[in-house]
Antibody
């Protein structure tokens, strides 16, 4: 079964940093595009970052570019999101998802709260 | 950025109803469109990709159509488990963008 499981979400102060992780299983992780999508409380979905397989090149939404870094460790079947200079508007549930036939599947999400 | 506009924002329907949700892109995205279902407190689930291809494991009561700028998601016979919020998303160009969602609730 293809599965994704996020971890690392917590309460952090504005200006702080946090690293999210996503553990993948049930598929050949190194062959797939991987993405992060977030959802602020009561709001819609926002795509924020992608990392390609093999080349490891990346794409970002303007709202996070320069502050967030997506990366992957194919040996560990893991995806990461390093979040720096966090703002209150970064408060959201962060989902990892596989960029295959659209976005499929999704992890259950991890909550990041940015507040003083 | 490509803007995705869904309509209606919400709708009320009864069990057994046929429901159609529309999604319009601000520019031609060919068939690079996917539909998701999200139940409260849960992760999104992929229903359709490539505008009309049923995702593996998704029920056949869901169907998608369209290309270019205008797309539809149809639920052939609404069941209690289908009451949820539905999102479209384009993956033609970065940044990938979502519609604002359509909440389907019980009449």
């Amino acid at each position: 079964e293809v599965q994704l499981e996020e971890s690392g979400g917590t309460l952090v102060q504005p200006g702080g940093s946090l690293r999210l992780a996503c553990a993948a299983s049930g598929f050949i992780f190194r062959d797939h595009y991987m993405d992060w999508v977030r959802q602020a409380p009561g709001k819609g979905l926002e795509w924020i970052a992608r990392v390609r397989p093999k080349s490891y090149t990346t794409e970002y939404a303007a709202s996070v570019k320069g502050r967030f870094t997506i990366s992957r460790d194919d040996a560990k079947n893991s995806l990461y999101l390093q979040m720096d200079s966090l703002k209150t508007e970064d408060t959201a549930v962060y989902f990892c998802t596989r960029g295959y036939h659209g976005f499929n599947p999704w992890g259950q999400g991890t909550l990041v709260t940015v507040s003083s | 950025d490509i803007q995705m506009t869904q309509s209606p924002p919400s709708l009320s329907a009864s069990v057994g109803d046929r429901v159609t949700i529309t999604c319009r892109a601000s520019q031609d995205i060919s068939k690079s469109l996917t539909w998701f279902q999200q139940r409260p407190g849960k992760a999104p689930k992929s229903l359709i990709y490539g505008a009309s291809i049923l995702q593996s494991g998704a029920p056949s009561k869901f169907s998608g159509s369209g290309s270019g700028t205008d797309f539809t998601l149809t639920i052939s016979s609404l069941q209690p488990e289908d009451f949820a919020t539905y999102y479209c998303q384009q993956y033609k160009d970065y940044p990938y963008t979502f519609g604002q969602g359509t909440k389907v609730d019980i009449k």
